[in-house]
């Protein structure tokens, strides 16, 4: 059963609603409220027309409320609650600050926030709450055995990803390069940080995106769904652009320094290398899983 949120008006930013969810830029607040918060006219938007479910409230100002109208229609339309505060509340909701213990991932205090304690983001005039969903470790399973069998399908794993801003990015990479589904083990930042929720621009809304797998099960799990599991290595024989790439495929996609682990390299049946043509040594995870996710979608639209 979902809490009703409190009706009423909020009149100060200093207030227990607004530092409730302010406190969200923090991990443990996140799962201690069954929230996430998400910022910006754009992912409050993909939340309402895609996972409308997910939305607990909606807060904007007056002048974001004119701006974009439709967001009242789709909060109406959805039946969540949506409230128009001052421009001081807004930000009060979105100040992540290290002195009241709401400090996010991968955030810094910021000389540019009036009291020096906290990071400045500017969410446009519009923040919205939402459920959080469960982190179950054998939702990754169920969710590969739902994929078309079949049908091409693209997935993305995320494995030791730890900075919450590559994480987002890298969703909505996926996004838009028409992958099926997203998994994040549980030794990856948290998708639904702040961070991670910005960066995503409204992605983490569009394709299903799962946590909390062991790698282990999931490469089974890949095998078991008649899925070929991919990885970039430089060290691999085969060049991505001349390889045969699997219809099913799933690209793992390693730590930001580290890459891939020698284990999960090992378990992966095919690793190709992305060619480099000047003095670059190698590509950062959201460059080479670009790379990657279009080629594949590219083979895909030739028939190849």
Known sequence: MNERPDQSPITSPRSERVRKVAALAGRSARRKQGRFRIEGPQSVRSLLRHRPGLAREV???????????????????????LRTVDEQILRALVRETAATGTAGE???????????????VSPQGVVAVGALPAEDPTAAGAALRALPSADAVTVVVLHEVRDPGNVGTL???ADAAGADLVLLTRTSADPYSPK????????LFHLPVLTGAAIEDVLAQLADSALTAAATSGYADAELFTVELPARIAW?????????????????????????AGHAESLNVHTAATVCLFETLRRRQAGA
Do not use: Q
Request: charged content about 20%; hydrophobic content about 40%; cysteine-free.
């Open 59 to 81: 807060f904007l100002t007056e002048r974001a409320a004119g701006d974009h109208p439709e967001l009242a229609d789709l909060a109406r339309g959805a039946g969540v609650p």
């Open 106 to 120: 991968g955030t810094t205090n910021s000389p540019d926030t009036p009291d020096g304690s906290g990071s400045l």
């Open 171 to 173: 969703i909505r990479t």
């Open 196 to 203: 991670a929720v910005r960066a995503a621009a409204g992605s």
């Open 252 to 276: 793992i996609l390693g730590n930001e320094a580290r890459g891939l682990d020698e284990a999960t390299l090992a378990a992966a049946p095919l690793t190709v290398r992305i060619p480099l």
